[in-house]
């Protein structure tokens, strides 16, 4: 575990237990609720969210479909609580990158609001594509800021504490994702805050 994952596990342990009422939480419902709408998921297709938090994502997921449902997170406070929101979903404590799981298992992968507390999101994007299906697709949410506010920010965010890493711009994920070996790779824009990149193991 590096010292971002650590930094991860430590603040996200703590916020678990009243996660949907912090802040945070609260921020990271915007991301949740936009995911729900846009991902499409079929009968048995089995969905993996990584960085799962407390399960939220993969709730409302639950609510609409019926789906072989996986969560993954660093925390593993932040894992006891999705068990009890999600019994039939299976999560594991784990990090981003490996990813605890077979190749070519899964159809959809998600990560809402968590992307840029992945240590190596180039690491990252080659385990999504390795457990990835043929055919199947990655969708990434994450906060969508100008040039000049992430240059100013990203100096300060790796002394923070909260395990943050980098903030990217949809050019970063979306040639992030084509050097994994996705393709059909793009982004939308939301309100001008939020991107949301897609990528397709061909």
């Keep these: 575990m590096n010292k971002y994952e650590r930094r991860s596990a430590v603040a996200y342990n703590k916020k678990a237990a009243d996660y949907d009422n912090s802040r945070e939480g609260k921020f990271t419902l915007e991301y949740n609720m936009l995911l729900s709408e846009i991902v499409k998921i079929k009968a048995g297709d089995a969905v993996l969210d990584v ?3 407390n399960g939220r994502l993969l709730k409302m997921f639950a609510d ?3 789906f072989d449902g996986y969560g993954v997170d660093i925390s ?3 894992i006891e609580q999705a068990k009890s929101l999600n019994p039939s979903i299976k999560f594991v404590v784990g990090p981003c990158e490996p990813l605890p799981f077979e190749d070519n298992t899964f159809d959809i992968i998600t990560v809402s609001a968590a992307y840029h507390h992945f240590p190596n999101v180039s690491s990252f994007a080659k385990e999504a ?3 990835l299906k043929k055919g199947g697709v990655i969708h990434i949410a994450d906060l969508n800021l100008p040039a000049i506010v992430r240059a100013i920010y990203n ?3 790796p ?7 980098k903030l990217y711009s949809p050019d970063e ?3 992030t994702l084509k050097g994994a070996g996705f393709q059909k790779v ?3 824009i939301i309100d001008g805050k939020v991107q949301i990149a897609y990528g397709y193991h061909p």
């Design 159 to 165: 002394l923070l504490r909260a395990g943050d890493v």
């Design 186 to 188: 793009s982004y939308i």
């Design 64 to 66: 609409q479909y019926s």
């Design 173 to 175: 994920i979306k040639e």
């Design 76 to 78: 593993e406070k932040m």
């Design 51 to 53: 960085a799962c938090g």
């Design 129 to 131: 594509y390795r457990v």
């Design 155 to 157: 100096p300060l965010l």
